[in-house]
């Protein structure tokens, strides 16, 4: 028998054995706040179709992403002296793809569905998802990927809308992207430092072309809209998100979003009055099914 076996200690096992509880316990705690997270972004994006209508996707992103930098830095105060060089260059990178991905998304769903939107930015964290399963797990992109195509018809036509299918594939690439970096920035900084420093970055980013619009936006109605909406999208979320990153493989992350586009056919119906087709409810079925099946089949020790 090996010896290190042999001598260990009663209190060494038992830390062992809290560790594989604590494990068993992160990819379910991971599942729920992906859940919340999703919910809070349909959402949030569903009530920000008038604001984007009126004053552009760009000022509506700036705003947001400003709102929700400000509250997430005044609660952490974040020693940002002492960042080293490998964490401001995961913030900064993680920031411009959060800015992309955020203009992309809202100048989407000004053009064509919420649910079509969110069905194509979904194929981002598919990828994602696909490079991190083996074996006969990779059924499950593939059913979450035909359920994304069937939410893309609505039983008559397809969309002929090509800018808004262009901007709903370059939201899904950076999703993709962000799910790989916001991983990488879990890890990098303590708590939601990372994410109060990345809002920030995104903010700059988009204030070139955000503050055109910000001075016909300076009513209390519209600010403190926006400060709602903030906190909806993307303080709430994209918290829950880094915590969820931290507690689970991105593999299973990736695929357990493919429920994003049931919730925004689910929120578009119910708040934009946009229809549901059956074939979209088919759709809606198999990413829930996917994702339901990569999530109970992740092993503990892979979390």
Request: proline content about 6%; hydrophobic content about 55%; overall charge neutral.
């Amino acid at each position: 028998m090996d010896q290190r076996v042999a001598t260990n200690s009663p209190g060494d096992i038992g830390n062992a054995a809290h560790g594989l509880s604590s494990d068993r316990a992160a990819l379910p705690s991971g599942v729920v706040f992906c859940l919340l997270s999703m919910s809070s972004v349909q959402i949030g994006s569903a009530l920000s179709a008038d604001m984007i209508a009126a004053y552009g996707p760009f000022a509506t992103s700036f705003l947001r992403l400003l709102f929700a930098a400000l509250i997430l830095m005044a609660v952490l105060r974040p020693p940002v002296r002492s960042y080293s060089r490998a964490q401001w260059k995961s913030a900064i990178l993680l920031g411009i793809t959060m800015a992309a991905m955020t203009v992309c998304f809202y100048a989407a769903i000004a053009r064509i569905p919420l649910g079509l939107t969110v069905a194509i930015e979904f194929l981002g964290p598919l990828a994602v998802a696909s490079f991190g399963l083996i074996g006969w797990r990779l059924v499950l992109p593939v059913a979450a990927l035909v359920g994304v195509v069937l939410l893309c018809h609505n039983g008559e036509s397809w969309t002929i809308d090509t800018t808004g299918l262009l901007l709903a594939s370059g939201s899904g690439v950076g999703w993709g992207c962000y799910i790989v970096l916001m991983k990488k920035s879990g890890r990098l900084f303590p708590g939601l430092e990372g994410l109060a420093i990345s809002l920030l970055i995104a903010a700059i980013a988009c204030a070139p072309v955000g503050m055109l619009q910000v001075p016909n936006m300076m009513s209390p109605t519209v600010l403190s809209t926006m400060l709602g909406l903030a906190i909806l999208v993307p303080l709430f979320p994209y918290a829950l998100e880094m915590i969820a990153l931290r507690r689970m493989p991105t593999a299973a992350f990736g695929i357990l979003m493919s429920l994003e586009p049931a919730f925004g056919a689910l929120s578009g119906f119910l708040i934009l009055g946009q229809p549901m087709a059956p074939v979209q409810m088919l759709g809606t079925a198999l990413v829930v099914a996917a994702s339901a099946a990569v999530t109970i089949s992740v092993k503990p020790e892979e979390a």
